[in-house]
C-alpha cells in the first residue's frame, strides 16, 4: 500500500503550526505506520521545554510509545523539515523504513546519511514548510542553530 505523502505531511505541518503557536520552533512530525496507521505525532519543543533533544521527530517517536521493532520496519517518518543529525539517528536506530521531509532549504539535515544507510528519502519541496522556517528564522535568529537545526 502506497501511504498519501501529502495527507501525512498536512499533519506534520499541524504540529509545526502547533509548536509555532506555542511560542515554539515551526517543525512538526508525525510516524506512520506501513498500513497507513498514524503511530505518532509530533512538534519541537525546544524553546516550551527548556530541552535540548526535544525535536519534532524525537517527540513522534516518544508520543508513539514503545513499539515492536518490525512496526517501524515498515514505517514512514514525516517531518516539516530535513531531520538534524540526532533524529536522522533515531530514523536508523529504530530502522524506519522512509523519511519524507517538507523542505531541506532552510537547513539540510542527514538526507545522504540515511540514503547511505538504505532509508528512502523524499523531499517534498513544500513552500508552506518553508515558509514557516523562513518566518521563524527572520523573527527568532537568536533561537535558531543552524548548524544543528533547532
Known amino acids: 500500500m502506497a501511504l498519501d505523502d501529502a495527507k501525512y505531511m498536512a499533519m506534520a505541518i499541524e504540529q509545526a503550526t502547533k509548536s509555532k ?89 542527514g538526507d545522504d546519511y540515511l540514503r547511505a544507510r538504505g532509508i528512502e528519502v523524499v523531499n517534498l519541496k513544500n513552500d508552506e514548510c518553508k515558509q514557516l522556517m523562513d518566518e521563524f528564522i527572520t523573527a527568532h535568529p537568536e533561537e535558531w542553530n543552524e548548524d544543528i537545526g533547532v
Open 21 to 109: 503557536n506555542e511560542g515554539g520552533i515551526p517543525i512538526g512530525a508525525v510516524l506512520v505506520a506501513g498500513d497507513g496507521t498514524v503511530l505518532g505525532k509530533g512538534h519541537n519543543r525546544r524553546i516550551q521545554h527548556g530541552s535540548a533533544v526535544h525535536h519534532g521527530e524525537i517527540d513522534a517517536l516518544q508520543n508513539a510509545g514503545r513499539l515492536a521493532g518490525k512496526v517501524y520496519k515498515d514505517a514512514t517518518m514525516y517531518t516539516t523539515l530535513s531531520p538534524c543529525d540526532m533524529c536522522t539517528g533515531a530514523c536508523i536506530m529504530f530502522g524506519v523504513k522512509r523519511v519524507v521531509m517538507g523542505e531541506n532549504d532552510t537547513f539540510v539535515g
